[in-house]
């Protein structure tokens, strides 16, 4: 085993040198191996320094040859560091690179593998000293070893030239597609409108219980899976039965009573097998465990998504039932959440739809006063703090409140916070049989709801 741990990490020094040469020759060459090549790559810490002043130069637009190259290095105070003038002339004498892809995949594919290495001997560190629990544990090794890519690239760091080139593709793709949703698409017109769609980030839906929450979320996951968004549902309070009685029963417009007890009718019965067929072809997939903590929805998280990539949104129903990490309060437990669950949403670079309960303040407020607002969220300092968005879910006839009533089943969607964007409130109709929010304007079209 010592032999083992004795060997020289993964390295290809020659292959190094060749692409430095490459680049001191012909600064094109900087270019094509600026895109997946990061300093740290080299395993030779000279090489590293010397690529690094080569793409500092090339982003400032001085030429690099080997007698600038060295009064930048001199300048800097790394080229006694690096070997002096002698090692440049060294490097500016070994052949360059015949293949230069070829060249910089080997790099960085040692570069990989050494960093693979390290994350293990890290894991290994903290397995061998008892450092958290074995869910903490597995969850460190799972996120640095995403943090892993063959390619490195510029890394996590953007100069303002590559972000104005991509800025500029992404800018016309949105005036191409003008009037289109950017995210992932709700199926309600102003939702849409507003936040063009749900964005990558924390999105927080919270209301009062038995207002709909998991209703407007389902729906939501149903109206993006017709637009062939997939969706990644963690329903810790209903099981994945009670969900598919839900979904089935809006899409087919029968009452979910009837799944309880079996009551349906002839008519029922061809309604539910033609929501069957069109429900069966939806990228929806549910995760009916309970009491998850923060760190396994991340792994499942992950896992989902690599098999199902068609997963472009994540739902969890709800908040108050994540298990949470020992905290002083449950404040601070919130917070370690809503963070967590922020950072898997950047990780995957995918909307996060998490429903809150709301706390008991707002029942205690007179009529018509009890419309929920950003105070009234429960633990409320962190998830108000790390939200993206926030929406409420608000029904005025379940609090008889005549003066706002326009019609029986309004329920009012108040977008409260918009971190990139308008807030604003608009209303719905829910239909309680069938645990189904429809836009006001297909609601009036309908002459009878069944």
């Not at 692409?19 to 060459?29: G, Q, T, Y």
């Amino acid at each position: 085993m010592k032999t083992e741990f004795q060997k020289l990490p993964p390295q290809a020094i020659e292959i190094e040198e060749s692409i430095l040469a490459s680049c001191l020759i012909d600064n094109k060459n900087i270019e094509q191996a600026i895109d997946l090549l990061l300093p740290d790559d080299f395993y030779r810490t000279n090489h590293g320094k010397i690529y690094r002043a080569m793409t500092r130069m090339y982003r400032t637009q001085i030429k690099v040859d080997a007698v600038t190259l060295m009064q930048y290095l001199r300048e800097s105070g790394e080229l006694d560091e690096i070997g002096g003038a002698g090692f440049i002339s060294r490097v500016l004498d070994f052949p360059p690179a015949m293949d230069l892809d070829y060249c910089i995949k080997k790099v960085c594919e040692k570069a990989s593998l050494r960093r693979t290495i390290e994350v293990c001997n890290a894991v290994e560190k903290r397995c061998y000293t008892d450092q958290g629990d074995a869910e903490e544990t597995i969850d460190f090794f799972q996120e640095k070893a995403n943090e892993i890519s063959l390619y490195g690239g510029q890394g996590t760091i953007f100069g303002m030239r590559d972000l104005v080139m991509s800025a500029g593709d992404r800018y016309q793709d949105l005036h191409e597609n003008r009037g289109k949703v950017s995210g992932v698409p709700t199926g309600y017109r102003m939702m849409d409108y507003l936040l063009g769609g749900l964005q990558p980030g924390l999105n927080i839906l919270a209301a009062r219980p038995s207002m709909g929450k998991t209703s407007l979320a389902v729906d939501i996951s149903k109206n993006a899976a017709s637009a062939g968004q997939g969706s990644l549902i963690f329903s810790m309070e209903q099981g994945e039965d009670e969900l598919i009685d839900r979904i089935i029963a809006g899409e087919a417009m029968v009452n979910l009573m009837k799944f309880r007890t079996g009551q349906f009718g002839t008519d029922d019965l061809d309604k539910i097998n033609s929501a069957k067929e069109k429900v069966y072809q939806w990228p929806i997939f549910i995760d009916p465990s309970g009491g998850l903590s923060v760190s396994e929805i991340k792994r499942r998280s992950r896992q989902y998504i690599r098999f199902n990539p068609d997963i472009k949104l994540i739902i969890i129903d709800y908040l108050q039932l994540i298990i949470g990490a020992k905290a002083e309060n449950r404040n601070h437990e919130i917070g370690i959440i809503t963070r967590g669950l922020k950072a898997l949403s950047k990780e995957l670079k995918i909307p996060l739809l998490l429903l809150s309960q709301l706390n008991r303040e707002l029942e205690r407020r007179p009529n018509p006063n009890k419309r929920p607002k950003l105070s009234d969220l429960r633990d409320s300092g962190n998830i108000e703090q790390d939200a993206d968005t926030v929406m409420f879910i608000y029904r005025p006839e379940v609090y008889n409140d005549e003066a706002s009533i326009k019609f029986e089943g309004q329920a009012d969607i108040d977008i409260a916070k918009h971190r990139n964007g308008p807030t604003g409130m608009f209303s719905t109709r829910f239909h309680v049989n069938h645990t189904r929010f429809y836009d006001i304007e297909v609601t009036q079209k309908q002459e009878q709801m069944p």
